[in-house]
Each structure stands twice: as C-alpha cells, then as structure tokens.
C-alpha cells in the first residue's frame, strides 16, 4: 500500500494470543516472511496480548464458550486500543469460540481454519486429517470451515486424540519436545494415511514445534505458519482485508 506522498503503508497486525508458544511461533514466522518479502528488519508494525489460557480450560471443557468469549474478548479490546487494523488468533481452540460470538470484535480478523482450508483446497487435497486439541478435533470451527472449502476431513480415532491431546497439554505447551511424542504423533499420522489422507492439518499452533515436513508421513498444513504468512499479505495489501469480527462464517 502507498500513501498519496508516496510513502508505503503497512498495517498494523493484532496477535490475540491464547496459547503462548504457538503464538510466539507466529510472532516469529511473522517477522521472517515479511523478510522474505521486503528483506531483512522490514515488517509491519506487530503487537501482541495475552492474557493467561488457564482460566477458560474448566469453561471449554463446560461448553461456556461466552466466557471463553469474554475472556477473549479483553485482549481484543487492548489490540484496538492499541491501533492495531486486525487480528489473528493463532489458537485453533479459540475459534469455536469466536466461531459462537454473540457480539462483534472490535477488529476484523483472519479466521484461522478457513485459511488452512483454503490452503489444503489450493494444494488440491481431498481428504485432510485433523490433529489438534480434544476441542478442536471434537469441535464445529474446523468441519465447518473444510465444508465451506468442499473438502473431507477425519480426526484420529478416541484413544489417538487422547494421546494427542495430552502431548499439547502436557508437553508442547510447558516447552516439552520430545522423541517419544513425535514418535506417536508420527505413528498417528501414518497411520491415517493408510487410511486414506492425503495431508495432515497441524491444527494446534503448537504442533509444528514437534512435527515438521521432514518427518511427517503426510504433506503438513501448518496453521501457525500460515496464518503468520496470511496475515503478513494483508498488512502488504496483497491479500484483502478480513471483514469477519467473530460469529458464525455460515
């Protein structure tokens, strides 16, 4: 974007942080994308809030997603404050939250889900299967955001998600990376390409900090990344400017 003196004009970016090492990954690959674009220590003006996760766990695991909301909602009202133009959320659990918002965020905001969807359709994947947390791979955001896309999506089996669910919580969320969990996450993944998944969506922002392309036995979507990578080309003005501020996308 150019100003009418001729100056180049990039937006200001809200990260509503959730989960903290997920949303310091896309703080990060951020910064390195708006490299790769306009070369080194160039990016559009960042800011990043959060507020502690721990106080809306009891209210997911109730279904009390407007609390969850109101508590989401805090950090939103401090990035607006704060003259960001919008926000992303790098926390795929969030989004059934924001997905059920009853009143309008004060900023528009890249919905995380339609983004890896509309990735995995560009990458002509038909088939995508969901890792993430219990909530996201029992929840609505992400079926709904693939059927919009006209896509197939299978979360793992009960006992898989429960292992998967309890390496987030207990490992890559307290900065636990380990051989043993990548080695289930692995086992997982392939498992459910014998079943007939052609790429894995990593749709936990902190599940790329364990599994990488290198050694995946699928093509990986990553959420974080691309979200971080999305948001980078709106504050550039080559991708259009969200309109969505929460509530259903249907």
């Known amino acids: 974007m150019t100003a009418a003196g001729g100056e180049d004009i990039m937006l200001h970016i809200g990260i509503l942080a959730h989960s903290a090492d997920g ?3 896309c703080f990060q690959e951020m910064v390195r994308e708006s490299a790769r674009r306009l070369g080194a220590h160039a990016h559009p003006e960042i800011t990043l809030s959060i ?6 766990l009891a209210a997911y695991d109730a279904g ?5 909301n109101a508590h989401l909602m805090r950090t939103a009202q401090r990035l607006a404050a704060a003259g960001c133009d919008f926000f992303v959320c790098p926390d795929n659990t969030a989004h059934i939250a924001l997905d059920a918002a009853r009143a ?9 889900c339609d983004v890896v969807a509309e990735r995995a359709k560009r990458d002509g994947r038909a088939r995508v299967a969901l890792l993430g947390t219990r909530w996201t791979m029992g929840g609505p955001a992400y079926p709904a955001a693939f059927a919009r896309a006209g896509l197939a999506l299978q979360a793992p089996e009960p006992d898989e998600r429960a292992i998967v669910d309890r390496i987030i919580f207990e490992e890559l969320c307290q900065g636990i990376i380990s051989d043993a969990a990548r080695a289930e996450y692995v086992r997982i993944i392939a498992r459910m390409a014998r079943d007939g998944c052609d790429a894995v969506a990593l749709s936990c922002t902190e599940i790329p900090l364990l599994v990488t392309p290198e050694i995946s036995p699928l093509p990986t979507l990553d959420s974080t990344r691309l979200l971080a990578r999305e948001a980078i080309g709106v504050a550039l003005g080559a991708s259009e400017m969200p309109t969505w501020r929460g509530g259903s996308l249907e």
């Open 64 to 68: 009390d997603l407007a609390a969850v």
């Open 104 to 112: 309008p965020y004060p900023l528009p905001g890249l919905h995380i």
């Open 23 to 25: 949303a310091a990954l």
């Open 51 to 56: 507020l502690p996760m721990g106080p809306t």
